[in-house]
């Protein structure tokens, strides 16, 4: 272990027990190994005794290590560290996150980031990744293309999550269809739409999800013969009665509902509303807003299965309807 200057983003004592618990995880130190004792990691650190055992004891609360009267402090156990490297937050994205986590035995460490869709802070957070981590699990930055970034990535220790419509086979995933059963879920919701005059979209500019949802979107109006409309100027939507929406983000649904309610109209009677991706507010907001939606907590305990286990895992996940009172 290396001395370094310790930030202020998190206690010394969070700091230092991470700092054994990598070391640990890079095989610097393996099972039954004698770790530095508490003076000699106070002077090399600059810190006080009192962190150091603290440190100590935050690590054997997880396992990792242990005590006695003449070894002293020694490796008990192994750490796993994994990289859970997601797009933006989303309440959806909590849901996969605390499921991911909550399989995982306290040996496992995960660390969280989000890459924003930046491609150049993608490719910085995978670049000084490899070599510290067991396990990557990564939402990839585009549904169209495999990011080279992640041939840095032993295949075996990757897996894709979400987007996928590219070649994969080398690797495990779990993937949502933007296409196909995107199509399908519609159609089962195909006698709703009978009842409003015309069905939007909406698709802003700025919206990271996969621009052939529209082809299927349209494909799907085209055969049950529904007026359609694709708007991206969503900012300054006018809700309109007699219209169904489909709403990809969470902003955009509190905007249609903000809108109809401005114009004296109600969701559900005088207009649809149609939410893509699952939260749990859309069970209460206006007596509940209809979502097509994959199970984001089967995605995170499928995830953990494959940290756990190491079995290869290529699977999408089907897209559902929870039909509320909004459609």
Known sequence: MDAKMFGQQSSKVTQLADLISQAISM?????????PSINELSRRYGV???TVF??????MERGLIGSTPRKGYFVTGQVTKVLLLLDQYTPFKETLYNSFVSRLPVSYKVDLLFHQYNERLFSTIVRESVGKYSKFVVMNIDNERFSSSLNRINPARLLLLDFGKFAKDRYSYICQDFDEAF???LRRLSDRFFSYRKFVFLFPHSLKHPQSSKDYFIRFCK???LSWHIEEDVENLEVEKGAAYLAIKQQD???VVKQGRLAGL???KDFGLLAYNDIPSYEVIDEGITALTIDWGQMGNEAARFVL???VVQKYLPTEVRLRNSL
């Open 253 to 255: 649904v509190v905007q």
């Open 266 to 268: 109600k969701c559900g």
């Open 223 to 225: 055969d049950f013969h």
């Open 183 to 185: 199509y399908d879920a």
């Open 54 to 59: 603290k440190a100590f004891r935050d690590l």
């Open 27 to 35: 095989r610097e130190f393996r099972e039954g190994d004698s770790l």
């Open 48 to 50: 006080s005794r009192d």
């Open 309 to 311: 286990d190491n079995v």
